[in-house]
């Protein structure tokens, strides 16, 4: 590195100060113009003294610094979102701009030509809280399916937790950097986890802190996971947040458990119809449910497009725990059959009857679940490998950063969700309703249920 001398000539010397000073200048402008909590009390100060004298300066000056100290000390939440946050996303977004270099070399991002290092430009930075998102536009000849590959290295590179890559317009993605995990800890049922709107069910939270909503109404649902995974978790938190539709008549709930009971029978109570004693029993539940929404159907022909709930006439929500035992494993052939013959017609028809299901499966292969395709919701809770993230949410979901098989064993009820239309993953987790929880809603409902019957 060469250090540059000051001219001897004298007239040499005088415009070489002058560009220095202007230099220096300019540095000291756009240091306090990228520093607006510092610069602005300076303006107010030099407008206060030119106008009003040095002393009515020095007085505000003082006040303003007053008023700073107090709000450090009464509301630190406002104070650094006011002044310290500000100040620390200026000094965050110059940190990328000056590691972007180096870090798209030493990745791989980078191209030559004629001997010169073409780069990535860094296009924006937004910075939240324990997210950032960087604009990125790619170099000529790159494509997504590159940096999605070099997540790991990206995250790493900046000390996130993870990186996941997102396509805005052609030639240009955003790279979101995680770098708080808000969905670490459980999350007991939120206290807006009641809604009357069944196309906007809340669930749980998302990975951005955001309220999680899933549509009931006019969706089915596909739940896939290993065992442990927490697939019961979103299912009680989906009839958590219907409850209240359920107390008043214009949700009914049908339950298939294929494990005897041992996993829904906790709640019996929220279910107008449980089956789980034979596969037959069961068999004989879903074709009922056929049944009747083919009836909904020859009514609505030509009136409607969409059934709209009623006390009279509700929308009807079938949970099926496991899928496969009834449609893959279950030896009796002409059962077997049944089953898959009747989640189909479900799947293929019941949407705009509201007759929707909740299906889950822990092996989501296309010869164990055949029908998945059919489901515009898709959850992949913890699972074996990438190639079971993309059976479960669609094929290009794994590298869109849906990461599925790295969920921890110790965080139950975390998925990621892919809806209707395409989009990115989004990482979720739902709330746990605890099992006495479950209980007190099952005996409440039971109970509505018990008096209505005697009425």
Not at 337 to 359: D, E, P, W
Request: proline letters at 5%; hydrophobic letters at 45%.
């Amino acid at each position: 590195m060469t250090r540059s001398t000051a001219p001897a000539d004298p007239t040499e010397l005088v415009g070489y100060l002058l560009g220095r000073l202007v230099l220096g200048a300019l540095r000291a402008i756009w240091w306090l113009v990228s520093r607006p909590s510092i610069a602005a009390p300076i303006v107010v100060v030099v407008l206060a003294g030119q106008l009003l004298g040095w002393a009515v300066g020095l007085v505000i000056l003082g006040g303003v610094g007053i008023a700073l100290i107090m709000l450090r000390v009464i509301s630190p939440s406002l104070f650094r979102r006011l002044i310290t946050s500000p100040r620390a996303r200026a000094k965050t977004r110059r940190a990328y701009r000056r590691r972007w270099l180096p870090i798209t070399e030493m990745c791989g991002l980078t191209k030559r030509l004629d001997g010169t290092t073409v780069v990535p430009r860094l296009a924006g930075v937004d910075i939240d809280e324990g997210v950032h998102h960087l604009t990125v536009a790619m170099v000529i000849g790159q494509h997504t399916g590159v940096w999605q590959a070099a997540c790991p290295q990206i995250a790493a590179a900046f000390a996130a937790r993870s990186a996941r890559v997102y396509d805005v317009q052609p030639g240009v993605i955003q790279i979101e950097l995680r770098f708080h995990d808000l969905l670490a800890d459980p999350l007991g049922r939120l206290p807006w986890a009641a809604s009357s709107d069944l196309r906007q069910v809340p669930v749980g939270m998302t990975s951005n802190g955001t309220p999680w909503v899933l549509p009931l109404l006019g969706s089915h649902t596909f739940i896939g996971g290993v065992t442990g995974s927490g697939k019961s978790s979103i299912v009680w938190a989906m009839l958590a947040g219907v409850s209240s539709a359920i107390r008043t008549g214009t949700v009914s709930a049908w339950a298939v458990d294929p494990k005897g009971g041992m996993e829904l029978g906790i709640g019996q109570g929220v279910f107008d119809r449980f089956a789980c004693e034979s596969t037959v029993v069961m068999v004989e539940l879903l074709e009922s449910a056929v049944a009747l929404m083919d009836e909904r159907c020859r009514r609505l022909a030509g009136i409607a497009r969409q059934h709209v709930p009623t006390v009279d006439d509700p929308m009807l929500i079938i949970v099926v725990d496991e899928l496969s035992t009834l449609t893959a494993y279950e030896p009796d052939a002409k059962l077997r059959n049944r089953a898959t013959a009747a989640v189909s017609a479900l799947l293929a028809r019941g949407r705009a009857a509201a007759v929707v299901v909740i299906g889950c499966a822990q092996d989501p292969r296309k010869e164990v679940v055949s029908f998945r395709s059919l489901f515009p919701t898709r959850i992949a809770m913890r699972l074996d490998s990438g190639s079971q993230v993309d059976m479960v949410l669609g094929d290009g979901m794994h590298a869109m950063g849906a990461r599925a098989e790295d969920i921890p064993a110790a965080q139950p009820g975390v998925g990621y969700i892919a809806s209707e239309g395409g989009g990115e993953p989004q990482m979720v987790r739902a709330s746990y309703i605890r099992d006495e929880e479950i209980r007190c809603l099952s005996d409440d409902l039971g109970s509505r249920k018990l008096r209505e019957d005697v009425a």
